[in-house]
Every structure is written in C-alpha cells, then in structure tokens.
C-alpha cells in the first residue's frame, strides 16, 4: 500500500546531510535511543563504521532539553547493515510541536529505511514488571490528546507494532541474553509531570502495563510514513502508587544508565534479525 503521508521537507534536508557527512545514502533501519538507550551508540557500530553528526546541525532538529538525552545522529554498520541512530528525541512535553517530535521518523523514511526501532524508559505498571526489563510494545493508549497528523489521514493502527519484527526480535533476544522479553501496551501520557496513584490505577484498569510519555507519536507517523515499527521499553521505575515511593528523576535515569551494557548486546542482535525479517 503506498503511504498516506510523505517526509516533510527539512526531514528531506537532514537525510541529504547525513548522506552527505557519511557517505551512505541508504539506511535500512533507523533506531532513536530514548531516555537510558543514548549510551548504547558508542558500542552499536561494527568498528570504524560510525559518522555522528550534532542533530543541532542538521535540519529539523531541535536541541533537547531534558536530561539525559545528548541530541546525535550516528549513520553506522551493525553487523554490516546500515544503520541511522538518533539520540534525543523530543517530547511532546517540550512544546515545540508534533512536527517536532516526528521529525526522526521522517528522516527515516526519507533515507530509505523500512524499519523505525524505537526506544524507551517507561514505568512498569504490571506485577510481574521489574526495573531493568526490557519490555516489547504489542501495543498502545494515546493518552496525550494529541495527533501528529491533520486533515484527512486515516493511518491504520491495527499491528502498528509488527507481530512479525516482535517476533524476530524476540528470538533474537532469547539467541543473546537467554530470557524471551516481555510485551506490554504503553500509555503515553503527556507529562512532563509523572502520574499520581489514581492514574496509575486508571492506567492498569484501562489496559496499560508501561507509561511513559514519549513514542506515540512517532508511531502514529511511522505507520503513515509506511515504516515497519519495532518499540522497546527499559523499565526503569515501578510508576507512582506501584511501591508507595516517590518518583525522582535523576533516580530514573540513573536506572537508565545501570542497564547499558546489555542493551548495546541487545540491539546489536536485535538490529540484523529485524532487517532480516
Ligand atoms: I522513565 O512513571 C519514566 N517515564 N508518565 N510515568 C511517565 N513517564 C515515565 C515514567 C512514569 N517513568
């Protein structure tokens, strides 16, 4: 089915740079590292393959202001497939405007890629949710009241997280850490405060088992763009009302960070079993 909607031209600008600064025209995939990911580009790139470009320099990009996210585009290998990675993403809570937030996903497309691989750090709200899980999206509640689409895009969300990327990518994790990741439906909420025990019952009883307030968005481009789209979470805080504890900021990205290591071994495997799917 040919796409709804079509890259935006500054998105068309920033893929002729990152072309241009890295030599590579095609990206098969592209990947944006949320909250507790960004580390994880110093060891994705098969060695001597990666090109990082400040996202202040490019078209589009808007210099993040949350802590935690750097703002770098790194046109790289993965076990020979040619990767985009965005590191600081923009969040709805920033107010810049959708356009703001999908703008990666629009760089995606306009690279050629056919897969967006999008992270995050999410509060777990299930039981059997921990902090330092990687949770696989199956699916999620747009709770931020928000769109980036207008006028008449009626984008399909039926499997807008690909059953068949879930699956590659699950075997893929249980082939390189040994356990099979959990999937969840993520609540984008749109923050930037975090929620209050009776949301988060709200949230459970309407169906969620992560929250956070990122990834939605570019979702909801991605599928109109006509991108596949593979969506993961790193747990990192049982969301408000879970423990009784309030909830620090820094404490969260803290937990971020703890769990680098095994997410750059993870995306490593994950990355060319999605290609290959
Ligand atoms: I990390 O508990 C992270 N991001 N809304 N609630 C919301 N966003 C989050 C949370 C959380 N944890």
Known sequence: MSP????????????????????????EVALVLGSGWAPVVAGLADPGTSVTV?????????????TGHSGTVTSCLVDGLPVLAVAGRTHLYEGLGTEAVVHPAHVAAALGARTLVLTNAAGGLRDDLAVGDVVL????LNLT???PLSGAVFVDLVDAYSPRLRSAA???LVAATGSRPAEGVYAAMPGPQYETPAEIRMLRTLGADLVGMSTVPEVVAARGLGLEVLAASLVTNLAAGVTGEPLDHAEVLAAGSAGAAGLTDALRAVLPAVARA
């Open 4 to 27: 709804l909607l079509h890259p935006t031209d500054p998105a068309r600008a920033a893929a002729a740079a990152i072309s241009r600064a890295s030599g590579r025209d095609h990206h």
């Open 54 to 66: 400040s996202a202040a320099d490019l078209p589009g990009f808007v210099r993040p202001t949350a």
């Open 137 to 140: 999206l199956s699916d999620h």
């Open 145 to 147: 009241g928000r769109s």
């Open 170 to 172: 699950a075997d893929a």
